[in-house]
T-cell receptor, first 110, second 114 residues
């Protein structure tokens, strides 16, 4: 099955700085790559996603890039705020399978 | 539409017992996946059901099983509970129609095994 690796496992930034989380996947058939944010005690929530026919997608302060050849994708958060502090999960999916990375705990220090 | 719901939300069991968890997907969603979440272990994939058929299974022992009903509701069963089964069990549903792959999570069932 698909194997997704995510780095770093923890990330601490100052408020206003940028944060980047990187993931690699193994199955070239994966064609959908979502990112989830999980705040303490809450369920994971979809924050942005990208399909394999697109190289980059932006939504306000967050963006995701995809390199299909290298099989890696990244989440970029600009102008970080304390409310961005959470665990972020990447995932790789095809029609019948979705697998997640191990998560990145992001801490934004005021 | 109502979101994904899971029952019960909290459960305390003793080693050796068995437990059944329930998940009701978003209306119209035919795929239900189950994940185990423990501190530091991320979201470990258990299995995925689509139209009452298990399509994928993660690397968990046979003590973990599941099923899906014709209304897409799903149950997960763990037999002969071990202390290491203590975790948050999340289910998620997907529509998988028209090229939509977005997956939505339920609030989870927190299982404690003593």
């Amino acid at each position: 099955g698909e194997n997704v690796e995510q780095h770093p496992s923890t990330l601490s930034v100052q408020e206003g700085d940028s944060a980047v989380i990187k993931c690699t996947y193994s199955d070239s058939a994966s064609n959908y790559f979502p990112w989830y944010k999980q705040e303490l005690g809450k369920r994971p929530q979809l924050i942005i996603d990208i399909r394999s026919n697109v190289g980059e997608k932006k939504d306000q302060r967050i963006a995701v890039t995809l390199n299909k050849t290298a099989k890696h994708f990244s989440l970029h958060i600009t102008e970080t705020q304390p409310e961005d502090s959470a665990v972020y999960f990447c995932a790789a999916s095809k029609f019948d399978d979705m697998r997640f990375g191990a998560g990145t705990r992001l801490t934004v220090k005021p | 539409k109502a979101g994904v719901t899971q029952t019960p939300r909290y459960l305390i069991k003793t080693r050796g017992q068995q437990v059944t968890l329930s998940c009701s997907p978003i209306s119209g969603h035919r795929s239900v996946s189950w994940y185990q979440q423990t501190p530091g272990q991320g979201l470990q994939f258990l299995f995925e059901y689509f139209s009452e058929t298990q399509r994928n299974k993660g690397n968990f022992p046979g003590r973990f099983s599941g099923r899906q009903f014709s209304n897409s509701r799903s149950e997960m069963n763990v037999s002969t509970l071990e202390l290491g089964d203590s975790a948050l069990y999340l289910c998620a549903s997907r529509e998988l129609a028209g090229g939509t792959y977005e997956q939505y999570f339920g609030p989870g069932t927190r299982l404690t095994v003593t």
